[in-house]
């Protein structure tokens, strides 16, 4: 009989165990299902009003309520963890993976480095992205970029980003991805960038140079109508 | 796509912002909101019942009755609502469907009629959730055999059409009872087995004597009354057996068959018996044989439904069963020597060896104590007591294992393999549909691309190809397409990757006119160093490939930079040098005689060759319309 009860207990917990007596194992059990349900009791964040949302970004009342319906729909706890939220980009990226872009973007959108996305970190984001001003959108793409948050981008960062990007595109393209695609691209994007030359690029180099750019400048203002 | 994520296309777009200044070349265009209104509440009328959702909700799955167009056929003017004359009580699941993104199936719910909603509104049983899948699988797996035998019982009553006669006569040998004849035969050779069976018990039953000699068995008393009915038997068995073999769609699969086999070693001893009747020598391996005899019991298992499932039960318990028997042997093993060296001090012990212990330990295991061997030291006794307690746990605790362990396998095995066969074709299912999703965008990418083709030509008149997208759709292709944008290459399927990659393993050394894809490493993936058209490739051999290919030289129309002022006017390439790597401002736009190359629309091709590549860089002004559709580049 302790026998039993030990393996349901053990299979339940999936645990190495060294053998105890039953009491042990079923408190442990009993603990592990306690905790569990805790954690899903704790997780569970509203957001701040909507008059409040709204004074603080760019959007209307009804394109904040599209929003969060849409939001509370795939995390219904009011959270999104960087799980979740490369689950749901992978989604819209089905050739390749799209997860190492993913887990940059869910640094960025996070600013507090709290481990997950409330409501507001994502509609403050969206605000910018969508909303903003041209200088606000290109630092915030500088601080993605950006991926240890000194400040500084180098080449190592550039890289990791720009191979990200081409993961998502997966195998099969034409023509065909090569090994050193990416770092070309990095080459021409310093190339670019980097006034002084001194191997880092800094948000004044970013933003001057971007700003010099039409064809960025353009492409800014193509997501203006997204919502 | 799942739909349920089509809320976060807005942020999957924005997020494309960091794409931006990595991107080397322009973006396309976003895909205009054309009727862009509010979202606005719809009430569904079933059958009375008002549901009311989103619009938005609903057109999360445009292939749907409810995403799609033809849910307009049933609104209903006078009351404003949609209205469908259906079960309130499945659309609810349906429904929640389109909220949740997972399809349940109420098991209270009719399986057929629950088909037949899901039918009517356009949705995949494949997609229902894995908590409902399995029971829905079951459910209709049921429901198929159920009405499959309704059928097949339904059939053996009308007149079937003429079979061949070989195959009537199968189906006779199979199911007798099709027809009487065939039920007949069944009964005789029945009849004829229990006959052949009793003869040989009987014929080993002593029989009175015949004076003057001892007692014989009826077998030797009677032999010609026996060795009559022997041979009737095996004459009846082996028309039987020949006749099967003639009527067996496949002869060389009914020989392997175990029933044949059977057939054939119930009837061999006989027939070795007539080739050898006087032989003395032999006439002793010849008794042997008749022991084969037994295995015409065997021939009852066509006739018994019961005697089959056990075969089958225990071939597939065989391993616990091979189990069971090793431990017996370990037990015994064990036993037969600790008995052996304990009653090796006893004199006249019957012990003489390990193997004549191992009877002992046999009987007494299993409780049966014959008593003709037992021990009779001390030692010998203690552990003889030891043997046949733990006889009756090692006999007694697998049994009631094995037992259950057959139900249990048993079961398991089947849902095993049920799921294992489901899982493969539904991950087939959700490849399929993934690929499909995929490919959906590669072909909206040609149908977008001969669109544009079709504008620049200036033919208003030509029909717009290709299938009207849903905004959500178009928007997620416009992603796709960016990001083909920002890292310079484009999506492809599987089958095109893998000509490309053979035709560039192909491909010898290039002309200098027209760089391949494999062998310029210094080849930057400018937006301007587009691929070549392969001489040797004859554009017609392979279409798909051609149009592809065609199709992407069309996209490149937009960008090409013209600082070739070499440029040749040769049909057959993009001649871009690989040598000017970075290639400052490509500023003008051109159409090349590439456009030739495309196999459709004929307007184009007068069109394209009345241009001649212009010889130095400036705005092209033959061609607005495409300029005002780019974004100028400038490269890096």
């Known amino acids: 009989m302790g026998a039993v009860m030990g393996t349901f207990s053990s299979l339940q917990t999936k645990q190495r165990r060294p053998s105890k007596d039953i009491a042990w194992w079923y408190y442990q059990y009993q603990r592990d299902k306690i905790e569990d349900e805790l954690e899903m009791t704790m997780v569970c964040h509203r957001p701040e009003g909507l008059e409040q949302l709204e004074a603080q970004t760019n959007f209307t009342k009804r394109e904040l309520q599209v929003l969060y319906r849409g939001f509370k729909n795939e995390c219904p706890s009011g959270v999104v963890n960087e799980e979740t939220f490369k689950q749901i980009y992978a989604q819209f990226f089905p050739h390749g993976d799209a997860s190492t872009y993913a887990h940059y973007l869910f640094n960025a959108f996070d600013t507090t480095q709290a481990g997950s996305v409330k409501f507001e970190d994502f509609v403050t984001a969206l605000s910018i992205l969508l909303r903003g001003t041209v200088h606000e959108k290109l630092r915030w793409t500088f601080n993605l970029y950006d991926i240890n948050k000194d400040g500084y981008i180098n080449k190592e960062e550039m890289m990791d980003i720009v191979k990200a990007i081409y993961d998502m595109m997966g195998k099969y393209t034409y023509p065909v991805l090569k090994e050193d695609t990416p770092r070309q691209h990095v080459d021409v994007f310093f190339q670019k960038m980097d006034k002084n030359k001194d191997g880092i690029v800094t948000l004044d180099e970013f933003l001057e140079s971007c700003q010099e750019d039409d064809n960025i400048m353009r492409s800014l203002q193509l997501f203006q109508n997204v919502i | ?636």
């Open chain 2, 1 to 636: 796509m799942a739909a349920g994520v089509a809320a976060w296309l807005p942020f999957a777009r924005a997020a494309a912002i960091g794409w931006m200044p990595v991107a080397n070349c322009p973006m396309p265009l976003a895909p205009a909101d054309k009727n862009k209104r509010q979202d606005e509440l719809i009430v569904l009328n079933v059958s009375g019942r008002r549901f009311q959702t989103w619009r938005t909700t609903l057109e999360r799955y445009p292939d749907t009755l409810l995403g799609s167009t033809e849910k307009e056929f049933f609104f209903n003017e006078d009351t404003k609502e949609y209205f469908f004359d259906r079960d309130p009580e499945v659309f609810r699941c349906v429904l929640n469907f389109y909220r949740t993104g997972k399809l349940h199936y109420p098991r209270y719910e009719c399986i057929s009629a629950y088909d037949d909603e899901l039918a009517f509104y356009g949705i995949l049983p494949e997609i229902i959730g894995d908590c409902c899948y399995e029971e829905y699988k079951d459910r209709k797996r049921e429901n198929a055999e159920r009405l499959m035998d309704d059928n097949d019982s339904e059939n053996n009553q009308e007149s079937m059409p003429s079979l061949s006669f070989r195959q009537t006569m199968w189906r006779a040998f199979e199911n007798p009872h099709t027809s009487t004849l065939a039920l007949v035969f069944y009964y005789v050779t029945g009849f004829f087995i229990a006959v052949s069976v009793i003869t040989n018990v009987v014929e080993t039953v002593p029989c009175g004597t015949v004076p003057g000699s001892k007692e014989l068995p009826c077998g030797e008393r009677y032999s010609v009354a026996f060795f009559c009915l022997d041979t009737a038997c095996v004459m009846i068995f082996t028309v039987e057996y020949l006749l099967r073999l003639f009527a067996a769609p496949s002869r060389y699969r009914f020989i392997r068959s175990v029933m044949s086999i059977i057939d054939v070693v119930a009837i061999m001893p006989y027939y070795i018996g007539l080739v050898m009747t006087n032989n003395e020598d032999v006439s002793g391996a010849f008794v042997t044989l008749r022991v084969f005899r037994v295995f015409r019991i065997f021939k009852f298992s066509r006739h018994s439904q019961g005697l089959r499932i056990l075969g089958y039960t225990l071939k597939s318990c065989a391993s616990e069963l091979g189990f069971l028997l090793f431990s017996l042997t370990m037990a015994i093993i064990i036993f037969a020597t600790v008995m052996f060296y304990a009653e090796k001090g006893s004199s006249a012990s019957k012990f003489t060896s390990i193997p004549a212990s191992f009877w002992y330990t046999i009987v007494t295991m299993t409780t049966l104590g014959y008593g003709d061997m037992v021990p009779k030291t001390i030692a010998g006794k203690i552990f003889g007591s030891i043997c046949s307690l733990s006889g009756v746990l090692v006999i007694a605790l697998p049994v009631p294992v094995i037992v259950s362990n057959f139900s249990r396998i048993y079961h398991q095995n089947q849902r095993a393999d049920k799921r294992r066969a489901q899982k493969k074709a539904r991950l087939a299912r959700i490849r399929v549909a993934k690929t499909g999703s995929s490919n959906a965008y590669l072909h909206s990418k040609r149908n977008g691309l001969l669109n544009e083709a079709l504008e620049l030509a200036g033919t208003p008149e030509e029909e717009h190809v290709g299938k009207t997208t849903s905004l959500i759709e178009s928007q997620h292709h416009h992603l796709l397409h960016c990001l083909e944008k920002t890292t310079n290459h484009e999506f492809i399927d599987e089958q095109m990757f893998e000509q490309n990659c053979m035709e560039s393993s192909m491909q010898n050394y290039p002309s200098t006119r027209s760089p391949s894809l494999s062998s310029h490493p210094g080849l930057t993936t400018t937006c301007c160093s587009r691929r070549n058209k392969k001489t040797t490739h004859l554009p017609n051999s392979n279409l798909p490939a051609t149009r592809l290919r065609s199709m992407q030289e069309l996209s490149t129309i937009h960008i090409q930079g013209s600082e070739q002022p070499s440029l040749t006017t040769s049909r057959s390439s993009l001649n871009l040098k690989a040598d000017d790597g970075l290639r400052p401002n490509c500023k003008t736009s051109q159409i090349t005689t590439a456009i030739i190359s495309i196999p459709t629309p004929p307007a184009l091709t007068p069109e394209g060759e009345s241009r001649p590549p212009p010889a130095s860089p400036g705005p092209n002004t033959n061609i607005p319309s495409i300029a005002s559709n780019v974004v100028k580049v400038s490269a890096l």
